[in-house]
C-alpha cells in the first residue's frame, strides 16, 4: 500500500510539475482518477464494512442482501483480495466470495456454497457483469484499471456544495460502454457522481454518492446508489460499521476463511 | 432395521460426546442460536406409459412435502459452534413420513487448526457433477428426480480434522460408513440382470474401529493455482450383489483410492484436472464379476464465460479398468459388458436473465462409450428473496445397455417450489 502511494504521490508531483506552465493548480485528468481510484477503493492498509444492499425493480419490490465485505491492499502491485460473506437473505445465508484483484490481469474469484460445502473457482471474465443481481458491476465494486481507460478533464463546477473536477473517461478497448462523465470531490477525492452512456451513447447509468462521512483517518461514500436509465431498475447500498486498518490478515482471503467465516470480522 | 437402530444410537452418542465437551465453551456465553429454514413441495412425474412393476411409485416417482429447519450458533469467542439442519418429510411417492438428519455437528476453531464431529456434508473434487477423489456418500435418486443440487450429497457421521501449517491445508476424516442412496424399484424401473424373486439383503460394514473409513487431503496454492492430494480408505458405497443360495447379498467391499486435482485460471476460464486411482482391494486380480474392477479415473473441464449472465463449462471423463481381460473371461452371461475405457462428455450452459432473478441451466452427460446421454434442463424463477420456483426435466436416452441409457423409463419432469424463512 505504502509504495503504491508513494508511486501515486510522485505521479501527482510529476503531473503538477509538468502542468505548471499550463494550468498552474489543476491536476490533469489521469491524477484526477488516480486519486479517485486510490481514494475509493484503496483507503487504508485494510477495510471491514457491514453492507447492506436493496435491489429495487421498476415496480418498487425490493430484494436485500446484507454482507460483510472485507479488503485488504497487498502493497506496490495495486493487487487486493476482497472477502464477501452473506448474511441473507436466507437462501444464500452463509454464501460467500473471495476475489483476488490484481490491476493488469483478470481477477481469480471463487465461490462457497454452504449447501453442498464446496468451494468453485468461478470464471471471472465479467469485470463489467452484475455483482449478485444489483446495477452495480464486479467493477463497480472493486475498481477500475486507470489505464484501461483514456480521461479528460472537462471543467471544475459544484456539485450539492462540494467542489468538483467533471472528468470525462473513455474505454481503450470496445466496450458495452462509451463514456462515463465523473464528478470527483476535488479536496476529498471521492467520487460524488457518474454517468455512464452504452455504446449508443444513450444515458445508461447513474452513480451518485449518496451520504459521505469520515470514518477514521478517510473519507468514506456510507450510502451510494446506482440507477439503470433505461430498464428503471435500481440498487441502493448503505455501509455500516466501516473500520480502516483493523488489521487482518492475508490468510483470511483463503480456502479455509471461505469455508468457515472468520469469526472475529463476520458478525 | 437394527444397522439403522445401531445408527441412531451411535449419532445420538457421538452428539451427547460433542455436548459435553461443547458445554463448557457456551457456559462461557453464546451468541444465540440462529434459526431459518424453509418449506419446499417436490414433485416429478414419469414422462412415458411404463408398466411398472407393483410396489413401484410408477406415475410420480417423487411427489413430497419438506419442512426444513436449521439451528447455528457460536460462543462469543468464536472457538466453538454447533449446526444442525433436519428435514422432516411427508413422501407420497412410497407413502413415508420421516425426521432425517441432515446434519449435526459441533466445531472447534483454533488459530492454526479446528475440528467438526458429528454429521456433515463433505465435498472435495473439481468436477461438475462427476466425483473421483470425493468418496463421500451420495444420492443419486435425488439427482435423478430433480431434488435441489444440496441433496446430491448425504452427511458422513466423521470427525473431520483441519490443521492450516503455513501454506497448506491439511484436512483428516475419520468416517463411519454410509451407503449411497441408489435408485431401487420403490421409484426407478429398470432391467436387473439377477434372479428375479430372491429375497435381498445388503450388509454394511460393521462399525469396529478397523472398519472405520480414513481420507485425507491436503491443498494449496502455487501462485493462483490450485493443488490438492487426497486418499480414501474407504468402501464401495453400491452394494456389490450376488445370488448366495436362496437370495441375493449385497455387501460393500473395500476400496482404497489415490489422486489428485488441479484448477488454473487458462485464458479467460477456468482449467480443472482431477485424476484418481481405484484400489479395489478385495477384487484386486478382477476375477469377482460382483466387485468393480480396479480403475483409473480422470476429467479435465474447462469453463467459461461467453458473455455477460451466460457461462459455459465442457468436461471430459475417462475410466479406464485396470483388469480387462479378468473382468472379460469373468462377466456373467446376460451383464452387458462394459468398454475398457468408458467416456463421458458433460456440458453445462447457465444464463441468467432478469437481474438473477431468472436461471435457465442445461446439463448434458453425454455417454461417448456407452452411446447414451441424461439431459437436465431447468428453468427458476426468484419471486422474491423468499419465494422461488423450478420446473426442470431428467431426460435419460439412448442404448439400454448404458449406465443412463438403462434408466430410460424413468425419465421425469419436476417442479419445486420453496419457501424459505
Known amino acids: 500500500m505504502k509504495p503504491l502511494r508513494r508511486i501515486v504521490f510522485s505521479l501527482v508531483a510529476l503531473g503538477a510539475a509538468v502542468s505548471i506552465p499550463a494550468r498552474a493548480a489543476e491536476p490533469s485528468a489521469d491524477e484526477i482518477v488516480r486519486r479517485s481510484l486510490e481514494t475509493f477503493y484503496y483507503a487504508g492498509n485494510d477495510m471491514r464494512a457491514k453492507v447492506q444492499m436493496k435491489l429495487i425493480n421498476p415496480q418498487g419490490k425490493v430484494r436485500e442482501r446484507e454482507m460483510t465485505m472485507l479488503r485488504i491492499n497487498l502493497g506496490k502491485?495495486?493487487?487486493?483480495?476482497?472477502?464477501?460473506?452473506?448474511?441473507?437473505?436466507?437462501?444464500?445465508?452463509?454464501?460467500?466470495?473471495?476475489?483476488?484483484k490484481y490491476p493488469a490481469k483478470e481477477d481469480d474469484r471463487w465461490i462457497y456454497v454452504p449447501a453442498l460445502r464446496l468451494v468453485k473457482r468461478i470464471a471471472a471474465d465479467d469485470k463489467r457483469s452484475s455483482f449478485v443481481g444489483s446495477d452495480f458491476t464486479y467493477e463497480d465494486v472493486s475498481g477500475r484499471d486507470l489505464d484501461d481507460e483514456s480521461h479528460a478533464l472537462l471543467r471544475k463546477e459544484d456539485l450539492g456544495g462540494r467542489p468538483a473536477y467533471v472528468v470525462e473517461s473513455k474505454p481503450k478497448a470496445a466496450a458495452d460502454s462509451s463514456r462515463r462523465v465523473s464528478w470527483i470531490d476535488a479536496e476529498r477525492w471521492l467520487p460524488l457522481k457518474e454517468e455512464y452512456f452504452d455504446a449508443r451513447n444513450e444515458p445508461s447509468r447513474t452513480f451518485t454518492a449518496d451520504k459521505v462521512e469520515q470514518k477514521g483517518k478517510y473519507w468514506t461514500v456510507t450510502a451510494r446508489g446506482m440507477k439503470n436509465l433505461q430498464s428503471g431498475h435500481r440498487t441502493?447500498?448503505?455501509?455500516?460499521?466501516?473500520?480502516?486498518?483493523?488489521?487482518?490478515?492475508?490468510?483470511?482471503?483463503?480456502?479455509?476463511?471461505?469455508?468457515?467465516?472468520?469469526?472475529?470480522?463476520?458478525? | 432395521?437394527?444397522?439403522?437402530?445401531?445408527?441412531?444410537?451411535?449419532?445420538?452418542?457421538?452428539?451427547?460426546?460433542?455436548?459435553?465437551?461443547?458445554?463448557?465453551?457456551?457456559?462461557?456465553?453464546?451468541?444465540?442460536?440462529?434459526?431459518?429454514?424453509?418449506?419446499?413441495?417436490?414433485?416429478?412425474?414419469?414422462?412415458?406409459?411404463?408398466?411398472?412393476?407393483?410396489?413401484?411409485?410408477?406415475?410420480?416417482?417423487?411427489?413430497?412435502?419438506?419442512?426444513?429447519?436449521?439451528?447455528?450458533g457460536k460462543n462469543s469467542s468464536g472457538s466453538a459452534g454447533f449446526l444442525g439442519r433436519f428435514d422432516l418429510v411427508r413422501d407420497a411417492a412410497i407413502d413415508d413420513t420421516r425426521l432425517v438428519t441432515r446434519e449435526l455437528f459441533a466445531d472447534w476453531f483454533s488459530e492454526k487448526a479446528t475440528a467438526r464431529l458429528g454429521r456433515q456434508i463433505i465435498t472435495w473434487g473439481v468436477g461438475d457433477l462427476l466425483f473421483i477423489n470425493d468418496t463421500f456418500p451420495k444420492d443419486s435418486v435425488a439427482l435423478f428426480t430433480g431434488q435441489p443440487i444440496q441433496y446430491l450429497k448425504l452427511g458422513s457421521d466423521a470427525l473431520k480434522l483441519n490443521a492450516f501449517p503455513g501454506a497448506a491445508n491439511l484436512e483428516l476424516i475419520i468416517a463411519d460408513f454410509r451407503p449411497d442412496?441408489?435408485?431401487?424399484?420403490?421409484?426407478?424401473?429398470?432391467?436387473?440382470?439377477?434372479?428375479?424373486?430372491?429375497?435381498?439383503?445388503?450388509?454394511?460394514?460393521?462399525?469396529?474401529?478397523?472398519?472405520?473409513?480414513?481420507?485425507?487431503?491436503?491443498?494449496?496454492?502455487?501462485?493462483?493455482?490450485?493443488?490438492?492430494?487426497?486418499?480414501?480408505?474407504?468402501?464401495?458405497?453400491?452394494?456389490?450383489?450376488?445370488?448366495?443360495?436362496?437370495?441375493?447379498?449385497?455387501?460393500?467391499?473395500?476400496?482404497?483410492?489415490i489422486g489428485a486435482s488441479l484448477t488454473a485460471p487458462i485464458g479467460k476460464g477456468v482449467l480443472n484436472l482431477e485424476a484418481g486411482y481405484y484400489d479395489s482391494r478385495e477384487d484386486r486380480d478382477g476375477r469377482d464379476p460382483s466387485i468393480e474392477n480396479s480403475q483409473l479415473r480422470g476429467l479435465i473441464g474447462y469453463s467459461r464465460q461467453l458473455?455477460?449472465?451466460?457461462?459455459?463449462?465442457?468436461?471430459?471423463?475417462?475410466?479406464?479398468m485396470r483388469d480387462y481381460?479378468?473382468?472379460?473371461?469373468?462377466?456373467?452371461?446376460?451383464?452387458?459388458?462394459?468398454?475398457?475405457l468408458r467416456?463421458?462428455?458433460?456440458?453445462?450452459?447457465?444464463?441468467?436473465?432478469?437481474?438473477?432473478?431468472?436461471?435457465?441451466?442445461?446439463?448434458?452427460f453425454l455417454g461417448l462409450s456407452e452411446e447414451d446421454r441424461y439431459l437436465i434442463p431447468s428453468l427458476r424463477y426468484a419471486f422474491s428473496d423468499n419465494l422461488w420456483a423450478e420446473v426442470g426435466a431428467n431426460l435419460f436416452g439412448g442404448k439400454r445397455s448404458g449406465m443412463f441409457g438403462s434408466l430410460q423409463d424413468n425419465s421425469n419432469v419436476y417442479l419445486t417450489v420453496r419457501y424459505a424463512f
Open chain 2, 307 to 320: 458473455w455477460e449472465d451466460a457461462t459455459l463449462g465442457l468436461q471430459l471423463y475417462g475410466e479406464w
Open chain 2, 181 to 257: 442412496n441408489t435408485p431401487t424399484s420403490r421409484r426407478f424401473v429398470f432391467v436387473d440382470p439377477l434372479p428375479p424373486g430372491l429375497p435381498r439383503r445388503t450388509v454394511e460394514p460393521g462399525h469396529r474401529a478397523g472398519e472405520l473409513e480414513i481420507s485425507g487431503r491436503i491443498s494449496g496454492y502455487l501462485d493462483n493455482w490450485e493443488l490438492a492430494g487426497y486418499f480414501s480408505h474407504t468402501h464401495f458405497r453400491n452394494p456389490a450383489l450376488r445370488a448366495a443360495g436362496d437370495e441375493v447379498v449385497g455387501t460393500f467391499p473395500r476400496l482404497n483410492t
Open chain 1, 236 to 267: 441502493e447500498v448503505v455501509f455500516r460499521e466501516v473500520e480502516y486498518d483493523v488489521g487482518l490478515k492475508q490468510d483470511i482471503f483463503t480456502e479455509r476463511y471461505l469455508r468457515d467465516a472468520p469469526s472475529q470480522w463476520v458478525r
Open chain 2, 1 to 72: 432395521m437394527i444397522a439403522a437402530m445401531n445408527r441412531v444410537a451411535r449419532a445420538a452418542a457421538i452428539m451427547a460426546v460433542a455436548s459435553l465437551i461443547l458445554a463448557p465453551s457456551f457456559a462461557a456465553g453464546t451468541e444465540g442460536v440462529a434459526w431459518d429454514g424453509f418449506v419446499q413441495s417436490h414433485a416429478a412425474g414419469r414422462l412415458h406409459q411404463v408398466n411398472c412393476p407393483p410396489e413401484t411409485a410408477c406415475d410420480f416417482p417423487a411427489a413430497e412435502l419438506r419442512v426444513q429447519l436449521k439451528a447455528e
Open chain 1, 77 to 100: 502491485s495495486g493487487d487486493q483480495r476482497y472477502y464477501i460473506y452473506f448474511h441473507g437473505p436466507a437462501d444464500v445465508k452463509s454464501t460467500s466470495f473471495l476475489v483476488w
Open chain 2, 325 to 340: 481381460a479378468a473382468y472379460r473371461e469373468t462377466l456373467p452371461a446376460g451383464f452387458p459388458a462394459k468398454d475398457r
Open chain 2, 343 to 364: 467416456k463421458v462428455a458433460t456440458v453445462r450452459f447457465t444464463h441468467l436473465f432478469a437481474h438473477q432473478t431468472l436461471t435457465f441451466n442445461f446439463f448434458a
